[in-house]
């Protein structure tokens, strides 16, 4: 696919940034278990908390492809980054823009693009992650608006944001409604302790009785359910950049490592069952790459296909990274397996690619509902 000349301007800034802001300091980042608190300065002067915001509420105003082309790139430098700027600028941000009352669009939506309000988005559920459909929290209307009660798992990013759009069981059905991170009741639990994406806090939020006023709900009564749909095709092809962006980042650091790394008297580079291996990790990325942006443009376009598309590059990329990630660990040979070298650590991020936005399984479960004509 050609780009514009736009997308390649972003492409590139996306790119420059995070060589020069995000990738060296990643390893230092995953070790500490946190990002910079300056970040959230750097990413907003850049516009990214609202890549995908129109131009009337402070965004970028920027499509689906150009939208993957920056988290992919982001990815590329710090993995942890690109998923925040996917919960928020993503999957977050364009439902408040689609479905908020003007009252609270006007007063939510140019903060969130201009980052000084992030936003977390609160679907699973203990007992509800796959079958989300199953979810407990209940919004019960008050004169002043809606109580909230129930407990949310896996937030990202749920202690840092200053609102998280929560889905909750109303008398009209499953809805979307949007919390002040500091209203009572919002109460953030332990941090989750994880494989990887160590730089962002996972945490568990418990709503004891949290009120929020009554034009808080997002959408028309009962929903919340299509809301949450739409914004988890958004989020799927997110994952499906990300994936992509830590795979090249995986494919660039086994390259180089090929050609530095000398045994038998020469660089393992020139050996044919290595130089084999490098190209099946090339192709993988590029695969995955060029299904992403298919998907992209078909998001853009509006194509009825484009959430089957969103499901196929999503499954696709993140198997392709978690392949990508242990072959350059297995180019890299021992010390590949050692935390001072960065294979590892995108080994262990490309794992959770395959696991949120939807498990990879309930991808091929919609993907084979379609092929089947089932509902
Ligand atoms: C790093 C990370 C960040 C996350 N961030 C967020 C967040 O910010 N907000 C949020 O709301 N959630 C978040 N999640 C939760 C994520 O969306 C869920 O983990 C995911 O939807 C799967 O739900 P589950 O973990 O409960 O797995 P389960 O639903 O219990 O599934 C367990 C296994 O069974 C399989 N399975 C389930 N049903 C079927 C079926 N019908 N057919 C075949 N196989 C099936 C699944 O694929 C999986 O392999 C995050 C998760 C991770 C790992």
Redesign the pocket.
Known sequence: MLLTLEQRQVQELAREFAEGELRPHAARWDREGALPPALRRQLADLGFWGLALGEDVDGLGLDAVTVALVLEELARGETGVA?WVN?HAWVAAPLLAEAAPAPVRDRWLPAAARGETVL?????EPD?????RALTTTADPVEAGWRLRGR???????AQADAAVVFARSPDGIDAFLVPTNAPGYRVGERER?L??RT?E?VTVDLEGVTVPGDHRLGAPGAGWALAKQALIRGRLGAAAIATGLAQAALEHAVRYATERTQFGRPIAEFEGMQFKLADMAIRVEASRALTRRAAAALTAADPAAPTLASMAKTFASEAAMAVTTEAIQVFGGYGYMRDYPVERLFRDAK?TE????????Q??LIARVLTHQP
């Open positions: 998923l919960i977390a988005f609160a679907l699973t509800a992650g796959s079958d989300a949310k798992t896996w937030v990202t990013q749920g994880t990887g994406h962002l996972i959770a696991i949120y936005e939807g498990a990879n399984d309930i091929r479960v």
